[in-house]
């Protein structure tokens, strides 16, 4: 019932941009929590950045004043604006969300990822 597209990935060179987004559809009561999360080859998956509901937002040090998230809640949308990419940064970036489905239960659900690959 619940979809998440991440879109936007792609290959960049160093100290570039890309803007990342995600969707969410289907049964969806409110959304609680929206994020962001990477994982490189050999990595673990580690959060990016997330912002709530009350557009409280949190980000890893690593991407700090180089990284913004934001949410459109009418569109059920988050966004990532990517500056000044490193070749670090390279990973498959995977879309979050914490929701209240219509019927009342409490989900937590994964996009596909989107690859983003930054190199000269």
């Known amino acids: 019932q619940v979809r998440l597209v991440e879109s936007g990935g792609g290959l960049v060179q160093p100290g570039g941009s890309l803007r990342l987004s995600c969707a969410a559809s289907?049964?969806?009561?409110?959304?609680?929590?929206m994020g962001w999360y990477r994982q490189a080859p050999g990595k673990e998956r580690d959060l990016v950045a997330h912002?709530?509901?009350?557009?409280?937002?949190n980000y890893a040090d690593s991407v700090k004043g180089r990284f913004t998230i934001s949410r459109d809640n009418a569109k059920n949308t988050v966004y990532l604006q990517m500056n000044s990419l490193k070749p670090e940064d390279t990973a498959i970036y995977y879309c979050?969300?914490?929701?209240?489905?219509?019927?009342?239960?409490?989900?937590?659900?994964w996009g596909q990822g989107t690859q983003v690959t930054v190199s000269s």
């Open positions: 979050h969300a914490d929701l209240i489905a219509t019927h009342g239960g409490r989900y937590a659900y």
């Open positions: 289907g049964s969806i009561s409110s959304i609680n929590v």
């Open positions: 912002i709530s509901s009350g557009r409280t937002t």
